[in-house]
């Protein structure tokens, strides 16, 4: 059985900071691309930060550059995202996943969670 479990989301005002974390289990992160994508009701996901599985390296969307960042514990089989600056564009669900492919993980994810709420708001 694998499976993804989001925690962290809240109420934030703008220009705050929230730490969102995932916990796996099932499988190893170490053998996927992981990272995050968020999505609103009746809209389509959004990529937010992948790592990917064959270079390792962080890739996030323009809308979260220089203000999210993703960190990884694979002996807790973790991960987690570290948002400051928040506006309220960023008021969404949350979601952690897991994908052959980064270019996969924001569209068709293999696994993912059940997503944790960020509301930023005054």
């Known amino acids: 059985q694998e499976q993804m479990v989001e925690s962290g989301g809240g109420l934030v005002q703008p220009g705050g900071s929230l730490r969102l974390s995932c916990a796996g289990s099932g499988f190893r992160f170490d053998d996927y691309s992981i990272g995050w994508f968020r999505q609103a009701p009746g809209k389509t996901r959004e990529a937010v930060v992948c790592?990917?599985?064959?270079?390792?390296?962080?890739y996030y969307g323009d809308a979260v550059k220089d203000r999210f960042s993703i960190w990884v514990d694979a002996a807790k089989n973790s991960l987690g995202l570290h948002m400051k600056d928040l506006k309220a564009d960023d008021t969404t669900v949350y979601y952690c996943?897991?994908?052959?492919?980064?270019?996969?993980?924001?569209?068709?994810?293999?696994?993912w969670g059940q997503g944790t709420q960020v509301t930023v708001s005054a």
């Open positions: 790592i990917s599985s064959d270079d390792r390296l962080a």
């Open positions: 996943a897991a994908d052959q492919s980064c270019r996969i993980l924001a569209s068709e994810p293999t696994f």
